[in-house]
């Protein structure tokens, strides 16, 4: 069952930050947020995850709502490679994940 | 450290056959899974290994699908009577523990071309 819902596509000028939404308003509190991006005919890269805190890393931010109903995944000097479909994902189950179809990201020269 | 990797990458084969999708893991890792995704769509659960058993199978679409692991590393899914249907990227994850707040590490994937 999808937990997420996310916009079908998006568009990012390049060098320009990308902020990608998520909705997960049915997300318990113990249930992380996962952020993926598959560059085509490429398998799932992790990109980051959190819980209740916002989380930076090497790739991105990962900025979660404090009733953590929603996140924004951002991305903060898009590049060309950067293109890619982003996926949002609560899981269910154990560790399960549901991908839906995702945003896919255009950055544009 | 080496990733997930799966062979053979590509499988072509002909309806009715019988097909094997090796994975291998992460090194140390006990959680294994196995994703299908058909064309223009996300990734679909399959079923879930914890070291040698299947913790969940409900992603299997029928009973011609079937996945092993059985010393708790290597994993295949096997998948009898191949149908045209069948026809995906199989794509396999490992992840250290398998519970909440767990990484998924994924292969590169399995494209099968069902003739």
């Known amino acids: 069952d999808a937990k997420t819902t996310q916009p079908t596509s998006m568009d990012c000028a390049e060098g320009r930050a990308a902020n990608l939404p998520c909705n997960h308003s049915t997300i318990s509190g113990n249930e992380y947020v996962y952020w993926y991006r598959q560059i085509h005919s490429q398998g799932p890269q992790y990109i980051i995850h959190?819980?209740?805190n916002n989380e930076t890393n090497e790739m991105a931010s990962l900025i979660i709502t404090e009733d953590r109903k929603s996140s924004t995944l951002i991305l903060p000097h898009a590049t060309l490679r950067d293109t890619a479909v982003y996926y949002c994902?609560?899981?269910?189950?154990?560790?399960?994940?549901?991908f839906g179809t995702g945003t896919s990201l255009t950055v544009i020269p | 450290g080496a990733g997930v990797s799966q062979t053979p990458s590509n499988k072509v084969t002909e309806k009715g056959k019988y097909v094997e999708l090796r994975c291998d893991p992460i090194?140390?890792?006990?959680?294994l899974y196995w994703y299908r995704q058909s064309l223009g769509q996300g990734p679909e659960f399959l079923i879930y290994f914890q070291g040698t058993g299947a913790a969940d199978d409900s992603g299997l679409p029928n009973d011609r699908f079937f996945a092993v692991r059985p010393e708790g590393s290597v994993s295949t899914l096997k998948i009898q009577r191949t149908e045209r249907g069948d026809s995906a990227v199989y794509l396999c994850a490992s992840s250290p523990y398998g519970g909440g707040g767990d990484t998924q590490y994924f292969g590169p994937g399995t494209r099968l071309t069902v003739l």
């Open positions: 959190g819980l209740k």
């Open positions: 090194s140390g890792h006990t959680a």
């Open positions: 994902i609560v899981p269910w189950g154990g560790n399960q994940f549901y």
